[in-house]
């Protein structure tokens, strides 16, 4: 099962702009983990369901949540199985845990387990 580790988070006040790191390690099979499973970001804040921020669906493809669009942006890093969300425009309401997840693609669904990180805290406030 690969293993994700979230970087990042922090304080930061409204308007300004955070960079959200995914670690991933462990791939069972030589190559970019992007290869078997869709990468993504999801965040819940308190008292709220966990729900989905940005993901790669399958290859280049992308899909955001509407409350995030044209302020988040996706990416994977330079590095070899990173994943990054640059976080732009931050409101109060983005204040959560983000957490990064690995959900194995549907060719590897019979093989694969999905993998959470542990999350980072962002905090938007003035």
């Known amino acids: 099962q690969v293993q994700l580790v979230e970087s990042g988070g922090g304080l930061v006040q409204p308007g300004g702009s955070l960079r959200l790191s995914c670690a991933a390690s462990g791939s069972p099979a030589a190559g970019s983990i992007f290869k078997l499973y869709a990468m993504g970001w999801y965040r819940q804040a308190p008292g709220k369901q966990r729900e989905l921020v940005a993901v790669?669906?399958?290859?280049?493809?992308?899909k955001y949540a509407d409350s995030v669009k044209g302020r988040f942006t996706i990416s994977r890093g330079n590095a070899e199985n990173t994943l990054h969300l640059q976080l732009n425009s931050l409101k109060p309401e983005d204040t959560a845990v983000y957490y990064c997840n690995a959900d194995p693609l549907p060719d590897y669904a019979d093989l694969l387990l999905p993998s959470w990180g542990q999350g980072t805290q962002v905090t938007v406030s003035s």
């Open positions: 790669f669906t399958s290859g280049d493809s992308t």
